[in-house]
């Protein structure tokens, strides 16, 4: 494929031709719309484009502008996605809304791995995935079934916290998803490098993690391959402050009767402010750290 398919547009035409000559990256939206507060939320947003650059890849950040499937934004789009107030968050069972109701929104990493995908992208960075949500109620986030049925390299830092990571990590053992820890032995835990829960295999570089996805796509097993890359160590929140924070933001969206899509954002939100900044610059840290592993891993897939 050298074009996007016909409904994804790029409005950087030339730089998303030949996906699969090139290095590409793509990457998340939901996180500059909702995941991090403005002005933070922007900065990243370039920064994170700048760092695929520098590496030598092509950044493509994916989101709905109004109803079009865009692989790649203007700095424009961007800025609108990260200010604009009413800007969605838009998860895979969104998509057919969006495009038919021109929606403007942030994709998920469920809607960014359908329409990176269908783009051509082979490598994907965001910061932590959704997963299995603490409590009784049964919330699985959509990013999970999408990671089980698309052939793409997901770079993150695990799952977000705020999960049950053990049901999660369970989960995409169920799906078959591969879980590689790079550089670690241990599932990251978003702000924290450690979750006492195992990776299939560990991998040093970006060469072995392209030789597993090589291998996997001769093999033709369509699931994700999920490259779990642990929070820089200068930038980790120590356990005992992440556990109170944690708890207090549990019991906060509890209180407050939070759920469904608004509920991840919230929890976020709540442990930023309640850290004193110490989460959102864990945030901040492994999504730079993240986009740079991806960069060096799209380099390392077409460098063969
Ligand atoms: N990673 C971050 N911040 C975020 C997210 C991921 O560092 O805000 C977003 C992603 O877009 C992910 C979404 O898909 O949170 C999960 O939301 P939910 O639990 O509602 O599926
Ligand atoms: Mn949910």
């Given at each position: 494929m050298s074009e996007p398919q016909r409904g994804t547009k790029s409005t950087r035409q030339g730089e998303v031709a030949n996906l699969m000559e090139r290095p590409v990256v793509a990457l998340e939206s939901t996180v500059i719309a909702h995941g991090l507060p403005r002005p933070v939320n922007l900065e990243t947003a370039r920064r994170l484009e700048s760092i695929v650059r520098d590496v030598g890849a092509q950044p493509s950040t994916i989101a709905i502008v109004n109803g079009e499937l865009c692989a790649g934004l203007t700095d424009e789009q961007l800025s609108s996605l990260a200010?604009?107030?009413?800007?969605k968050k838009i998860s895979k069972r969104d998509i057919p809304i969006a495009v038919a109701r021109k929606w403007t929104g942030g994709t998920t990493v469920s809607a960014t791995l359908w329409i990176a995908n269908r783009a051509g992208i082979k490598v994907f960075a965001t910061g932590g995935i959704g997963g299995v949500h603490r409590g009784s109620l049964p919330d699985v986030s959509a990013d999970l079934p999408e990671l089980a049925r698309t052939p793409m390299i997901t770079v993150c830092s695990g799952a977000k916290i705020v999960l049950d990571l053990p049901a999660t990590r369970e989960w995409l053992e169920t799906y078959g998803v591969t879980v590689i820890g790079y550089q670690c032995d241990e599932l990251p835990a978003f702000y924290s490098r450690t979750s006492g829960l195992p990776v299939d295999v560990r991998a040093e570089s970006p060469q072995e993690v392209a030789e597993i996805f090589r291998t996997q796509q001769e093999l033709k097993i369509v699931s994700a391959l999920l490259v779990c890359v642990p929070v820089p160590e200068e930038f980790e929140v120590p356990a005992e402050k992440l556990k109170t924070v944690l708890d207090d933001a549990l019991a906060e969206a509890e209180r407050n009767n939070i759920a469904g899509r608004e509920l991840t954002p919230f929890l976020l939100n709540q442990m930023a402010q309640r850290s004193e900044g110490a989460t959102l610059r864990a945030n901040v840290a492994l999504l730079e750290n993240n986009a740079r592993v991806a960069a060096e891993i799209a380099k390392a897939l077409t460098n063969n």
């Open positions: 200010n604009d107030i009413g800007v």
